[in-house]
T-cell receptor, first 114, second 113 residues
Framework: QKEVEQNSGPLSVPEGAIASLNCTYS??????FFWYRQYSGKSPELIMFIYSNGDKEDGRFTAQLNKASQYVSLLIRDSQPSDSATYLCAVNLYSGGGADGLTFGKGTHLIIQP | KAGVTQTPRYLIKTRGQQVTLSCSPI?????VSWYQQTPGQGLQFLFE???????NKGNFPGRFSGRQFSNSRSEMNVSTLELGDSALYLC????????????FGPGTRLTVT
């Protein structure tokens, strides 16, 4: 049974601070990891993906992956009110024969306080 | 490039009826996946199509089916609708080759009464 766990929040962070979102997954065979942002009433938007252990930076976003600990995180620097949304962690077991379908966590509701 | 499009955006159906939802992927993308999103269960994988073939399937009953056409457009069908099928149905497309960054369409909001 593949599971992805996230703290549902809400996580409240002051504007300009670093928001840290965490995710753990159960399947050691997971190959790729994604962070989606979902605003209320909208569909998920892909903001970061990471495949290798370590850090990957893209603008104000940094994804961190530790496969040994089965842990992936997302850091948002200089948080803005527009970052307030639900952040979904997703993992994919790439079998070589096609995407296994993303397994999503329930999401963390992030609130950036002005 | 245009994004993923889904039609219709909203749908109201009666229990027992059937429904067909449509998805057009990003140009050049050949893989289309379908997901169901509900407040209680979150986002759950339904199935994935690539080159008109279903490659993977999630844990949903046989009432949920799909197909893909030669132009990569995909349809999802739900027969004998139940109240619990009320959800946001999302389609995502990805390019060939793993491990598949998936880009979501706006979704179809289905309400079953």
């Amino acid at each position: 049974q593949k599971e992805v766990e996230q703290n549902s929040g809400p996580l409240s962070v002051p504007e300009g601070a670093i928001a840290s979102l965490n995710c753990t997954y159960s399947d050691r065979g997971s190959q790729s990891f994604f962070w989606y942002r979902q605003y209320s009433g909208k569909s998920p938007e892909l903001i970061m993906f990471i495949y290798s252990n370590g850090d990957k930076e893209d603008g104000r976003f940094t994804a961190q992956l530790n496969k040994a600990s089965q842990y992936v995180s997302l850091l948002i620097r200089d948080s803005q009110p527009s970052d307030s949304a639900t952040y979904l962690c997703a993992v994919n077991l790439y079998s070589g024969g096609g995407a296994d379908g993303l397994t999503f966590g329930k999401g963390t509701h992030l609130i950036i306080q002005p | 490039k245009a994004g993923v499009t889904q039609t219709p955006r909203y749908l109201i159906k009666t229990r027992g009826q059937q429904v067909t939802l449509s998805c057009s992927p990003i140009s050049g993308h050949r893989s289309v996946s379908w997901y169901q999103q509900t407040p209680g269960q979150g986002l759950q994988f339904l199935f994935e199509y690539f080159s008109e073939t279903q490659r993977n399937k999630g844990n949903f009953p046989g009432r949920f089916s799909g197909r893909q056409f030669s132009n990569s457009r995909s349809e999802m069908n739900v027969s004998t609708l139940e109240l619990g099928d009320s959800a946001l149905y999302l389609c995502a497309s990805s390019a060939t080759g793993g491990p598949y960054e998936q880009y979501f369409g706006p979704g179809t909001r289905l309400t079953v009464t």
